[in-house]
């Protein structure tokens, strides 16, 4: 089996003059993947240290999350000099889609404890709930990146669906998370509640804008495994997304 590694888009292994699965319609930018590394790594660090200072144990999926990016990213930096190569496609693919669920679990985490910390109701079969929906999601992205190694068409096409599966109950999860954080925030707004010196309402604020952030990502992904690797998303909108951020950069 040999790759298209030197010549233009797609690429991916081939076998007998036919390329077995397409990894990538364009070449992954070494610039984007190398500032999201650094993005994702300092970012990272930052919340291990305020973890530990302020004993906040339920960011330990978060910083998961956050190392999961970052090595995922590294990866994705290999794979633009080796586009056709099995490892650095399947690794960035698997780290990049788990960190997802990770970063939710703390989110999941931290409504129960702002609401008890101000007062609230909290409850806890719907911490368990969700950190057991948010367990499947994590299987789901685990198997189906994982299944396409084996090189075998069908079982390409069932990983796929797999992940999309997840992707779904992961955005359907964190839907009725955005409806009950709301409803919480509301019901203590409504109630009076004054801590002194704490602006609590910014708490629930950036719990919400965490959540939307990754109810856009999973959509954007959503988008992505149905159209297709031959798919508008693939092909023009994650070139357009990295350049972007090269600009930017």
Partial sequence: MSNNSMIGPPYGPVLNGTMVIVFWEYRPS???????????????????VMMFMYRAWC????????????????????AHSQPATL????????????SAPFLAATVYMSLGRLTSALGGHRSRWLSKLYVLLDFVVLISQLAGTVMPASGDAKMVVMAAHIILAGLIVQVVALGGFIVIAWKAYTGLRNGAVEVMGVKWENYFKALMVV???IVVRSLVRMVEYIQGSDGEVDKEYAEEWEGGVESGG
């Fill in 30 to 48: 070494d610039t984007a993947a190398l500032a999201f590394v650094a993005l994702f790594a300092l970012l990272t660090v930052a919340h291990i």
């Fill in 87 to 98: 490892g650095p496609w399947i690794l960035q693919n698997l780290l990049i889609l788990v």
């Fill in 59 to 78: 960011f330990i999926p978060f910083i998961l999350g956050g190392i999961s990016e970052t090595f995922g990213y590294y990866e994705r930096y290999q």
């Fill in 211 to 213: 959540t939307g952030l």
